[in-house]
């Protein structure tokens, strides 16, 4: 299976801040379509999982300019700017180009 | 507006059976294909499987194929998950997801004696 890692496993960020959090996976993301199946998703507390980033730096519906996704091949990242107290919870990575789809362990981000 | 809503979670005995079921609501059902996914107490993400449109084609996470299926009634709009000789790793609460990027509220399966 894809191994995902990510980091760091947490992180304090004072409101209006800017912070990022790394995704590396064990294999090259890119799929022989050419699309990379890279996601990130944030899950508030008491909530399940919404998804913020498909296909690596695509926002989701409703999703605010202030994330954004980068990053080819193996090396991703999740970029949140100007953060907000909504913004706490557990972000995780995603891949859906390689069988099983796996997860990253995700990072818990907390307001300062 | 998409809605998710799953059902069917509960206390089971290691080696029982559980149906979950997961009603779609505000999209046309039977043109998205759709997934399970679990998340453990200790909340690790698990992707376990997922189901075609017609419900002709399933794939399955190598930790839980040959003891669960995966079902679809698109008359019904509902997704299923046939769970049987459960594990208590199987613990977890289970979401149904949309490729396109929506999560039901998730429920709860405890596997325990």
Same mark, same amino acid.
């Given at each position: 299976d894809v191994?995902?890692?990510?980091?760091?496993?947490?992180l304090s960020v004072s409101l209006g801040g800017q912070t990022s959090i790394s995704c590396r996976s064990s294999q090259s993301l890119v799929h022989s379509d050419g699309n990379t199946y890279l996601y990130w998703y944030l899950q508030k507390p008491g909530q399940s999982p919404q998804l913020l980033i498909y296909k690596v730096s695509n926002r989701f519906s409703g999703v605010p300019d202030r994330f954004s996704g980068s990053g080819s091949g193996t090396d991703f990242t999740l970029k949140i700017s100007r953060v907000e107290p909504e913004d706490l919870?557990?972000? =995780?990575? =995603?891949?859906? *180009?390689h069988y099983p789809p796996t997860f990253? +362990?995700?990072?818990k981000l907390e307001i300062k | 507006e998409v809605q998710?809503?799953?059902?069917?979670? +509960? /206390?089971?005995?290691?080696?029982?059976s559980l149906k979950l079921s997961c009603v779609a609501s505000g999209? *046309?059902? +039977?043109? =998205?294909?759709m997934d399970w996914v679990r998340q453990t107490p200790g909340k690790s993400l698990e992707w376990i499987g997922e189901i075609n449109t017609d419900g002709s084609k399933t794939n399955y996470a190598p930790s839980i194929k040959d003891r669960f299926t995966i079902s679809r009634?698109?008359?019904? +709009?509902? /997704? =299923? /998950?046939?769970?049987?000789?459960?594990?208590s790793?199987? *613990?977890a609460i289970y979401y149904c997801t949309t490729t396109s990027g929506y999560w039901g509220q998730g429920v709860m399966v405890t596997v325990s004696s």
């Open positions: 191994v995902m890692t990510q980091t760091p496993v947490s919870g557990v972000y =995780y990575c =995603y891949q859906g *180009t990253g +362990s995700g990072t | 998710l809503v799953e059902s069917g979670g +509960s /206390l089971v005995q290691p080696g029982g999209f *046309t059902f +039977s043109n =998205y294909w009634d698109n008359a019904k +709009s509902t /997704l =299923y /998950l046939q769970m049987s000789n459960v594990k790793d199987d *613990t």
